[in-house]
């Protein structure tokens, strides 16, 4: 592609405020971006879906919302704090991270030999004079324009090459769920000596958790619906147990002969919290990024400190990990798990059957 075959618009699907799917709004008349100082323009070949697209269009992130993740609109969200930063976002804004597309143009002092190279979008943006001041972070999709459209922008310091057998749709499953699932990891400084018990296992991190924390050489439990056990047990943990137990430290002992774990790895909070902290063997660790069944949790204050628990939370992922995710690819060291893909004009649909949950992996829409 030459700069003569770039159009000057493009279609894009354009967040024009919190609230339904009314305010994410089809456009065919899109300006294509232009790229700045230092960016590169990408022509998006697929970009998949995750928990934020959904929770900042209906503003979850507010702590005016107590609820579980419903993906419609909430009767009261705070103007202060409705996106994953605690502040709000500017509209329209274009959302979308996990993008898989060709450089097809670059601005001043980017490097030129990058056009033609397919990509992935690290999708942290940073102030790159002090990269590692998560207070300087934003999000691709929600501090600047993202991928749910033919193209986008992006600092040149965003961008991977990859080199990989995978399709562009399979490629776009691993940016954010692979690399919020090794910051979890990371966090809980997971080992080949731990059992990691893993929440929501079916989903886009929790499916990344269990191939992540194995590469390790940790011991696996995975947590899902029993509709979706066969699909997770694939994956090879050492055990699958069910989402919602009656006793999760039963399901516990006739799975792995004890009731405790070194590690829990949740992504989905809700009723179910008290019994995986009670599940956590002294001196252990939980670790979180997520809260889908509900953020609101009760917590034993002498549970923490008299089994010397360490908790962590895990947004912001510091510099270098997605390249190491990247690595990972490219050696076949972590596979894909696509559940579906939707052309782009029907990004409704795939966040619906995204908020739905009865599938395994992640979702893609492809331009």
């Not at 919290?273 to 002498?302: C, F, H, K, N």
Request: with cysteine; hydrophobic share 45%; glycine share 10%.
């Amino acid at each position: 592609m030459t700069a003569a075959d770039i159009p000057s618009t493009m279609r894009a699907f354009v967040l024009t405020g919190h609230g339904d799917f009314d305010k994410l709004v089809h456009r065919e008349d899109w300006p294509v971006p232009v790229p700045g100082n230092g960016e590169v323009l990408i022509k998006v070949h697929a970009c998949g879906l995750n928990n934020t697209d959904v929770n900042t269009r209906t503003g979850w992130y507010s702590k005016a919302v107590s609820e579980a993740t419903t993906g419609g609109a909430y009767e009261t969200v705070d103007a202060e704090d409705p996106s994953w930063g605690g502040a709000p976002i500017v509209f329209p804004r274009i959302q979308g991270a996990d993008v898989c597309g060709t450089v097809v143009a670059v601005g001043a002092n980017a490097d030129a030999a990058l056009i033609g190279r397919r990509v992935l979008i690290d999708v942290w943006l940073r102030d790159w004079d002090d990269p590692n001041d998560r207070t300087k972070c934003g999000y691709f999709g929600s501090e600047r324009d993202g991928g749910f459209a033919e193209y986008a922008t992006v600092d040149v310091r965003n961008v991977h090459p990859i080199d990989s057998d995978l399709d562009h749709a399979e490629l776009a499953t691993f940016a954010t769920s692979y690399v919020t699932a090794e910051n979890m990891l990371n966090r809980a400084e997971v080992g080949p000596d731990d059992t990691v018990l893993i929440t929501g296992a079916s989903g886009g991190v929790g499916s990344a958790l269990i191939q992540l924390a194995q590469r390790r050489g940790a011991k696996t439990l995975a947590m899902c619906g029993a509709d979706k056990s066969t699909a997770v047990a694939a994956l090879g943990p050492d055990a699958v147990l069910p989402r919602a137990p009656d006793s999760l430290k039963a399901e516990l002992r006739a799975a792995i002969g004890s009731d405790s774990v070194t590690v829990v790895a949740d992504v989905v909070g809700g009723p179910i919290w008290p019994q995986l902290i009670d599940a956590i063997a002294p001196g252990g660790r939980y670790t979180v990024s997520g809260a889908i069944a509900g953020p609101m949790v009760e917590l034993d204050l002498r549970t923490l400190y008299l089994r010397d628990l360490t908790f962590t939370g895990a947004t912001v992922v510091p510099p270098g990990v997605f390249a190491d995710l990247v690595g990972y690819i490219a050696r076949g060291e972590v596979c894909p798990l696509l559940a579906a893909t939707f052309p782009l004009s029907e990004l409704h649909d795939a966040q619906r059957a995204f908020i739905a949950k009865e599938h395994v992996g992640n979702i893609v829409v492809v331009p």
